[in-house]
C-alpha cells in the first residue's frame, strides 16, 4: 500500500505520532497479508511494527478497528481514479468494477473487513460514516450532473449490500462487479 493509504487516518496528529500510526497500518497490512485475519492480533502487529503493545493499543483499539482503518486507507488510496463511460450509468458501472476488482485482490482485506464494519467497536462506528462518506463521493462524482440524494442513497445501500453478501460468501467480489452492472443499469435507466 502507499503511504497515501494513512493520509486520513493521521490527519491531527503530531509528527511523531503520524509515524507511529503509519508504522502500525503497515505493519497491519503486511501481518493481514501474512497471516490472515483470525490469527492477527494487534500484539502480533505491535511486534511487526517495532512497537510495544501499550503502544499499539494506543492508536488501535481492536483488530476490528485497525481492520476498518485498512480498508478506509484501501479506498482512499484510489480517490484519484476517474470514472469512465459517456453515462452517469457507466461511470457509475466503471467505479463498482474497480472497488469489486480491488477487493477481489485483495482478499485478506476483503475477509477481513465485513466482520470489522459489523463490530460494536464505537472506534469502528465513527470509521463506518466515513467510509459510507467515501462511498457517496465516489457516487457523486461518477453521476456529476445526474446526482441526486435519492440515486446516492440508493447506489450506496446497493453497493453496502453487496459487500455484505460477498462478505458472507453469498457471492465473490468478482461476481459482485459483474451483479452491480445490473443493479446499477436498474437504478440510473430503469432496466
Known amino acids: 500500500m502507499s ?13 511523531r505520532q503520524a509515524e507511529t500510526l503509519t508504522k502500525l497500518l503497515k505493519a497491519g497490512d ?15 502487529v505491535a511486534a511487526r511494527a517495532g512497537v510495544s503493545p501499550a503502544t499499539a493499543y494506543t492508536y488501535l483499539a481492536s483488530k476490528n478497528h485497525l481492520f476498518a ?3 478506509l486507507g484501501y479506498l482512499t488510496d484510489d480517490a484519484d481514479h476517474a470514472p469512465t463511460g459517456p453515462t452517469p450509468a457507466a461511470r457509475v458501472q466503471s467505479v463498482t468494477r474497480r472497488m469489486s476488482e480491488r477487493l477481489a485482490a485483495a482478499p485478506e482485506l476483503a475477509a477481513a473487513v465485513t466482520p470489522a464494519l ?13 467510509i459510507g462518506a ?21 447506489l450506496t445501500l446497493a453497493f453496502s449490500g453487496a459487500l455484505l453478501q460477498a462478505g458472507m ?3 465473490t467480489y468478482t461476481e459482485m462487479g459483474d451483479r452491480l452492472d445490473g443493479v446499477v443499469a436498474t437504478i440510473l435507466e430503469g432496466h
Do not use: C, W
Open 3 to 15: 503511504s497515501q493509504v494513512f493520509k486520513s487516518s493521521r490527519s491531527g496528529l503530531r509528527s
Open 30 to 44: 503486511e501481518e493481514l497479508r501474512a497471516v490472515g485475519h483470525e490469527a492477527l492480533t494487534v500484539r502480533t
Open 69 to 71: 482503518e485498512l480498508f
Open 118 to 130: 459489523l463490530s460494536s467497536d464505537p472506534d469502528v462506528a465513527q470509521l463506518r460514516l466515513r
Open 134 to 154: 467515501v462511498f457517496v463521493r465516489t457516487f457523486e462524482g461518477a453521476l456529476g450532473e445526474a446526482s441526486t440524494p435519492g440515486l446516492l442513497d440508493a
Open 169 to 171: 460468501g453469498v457471492m
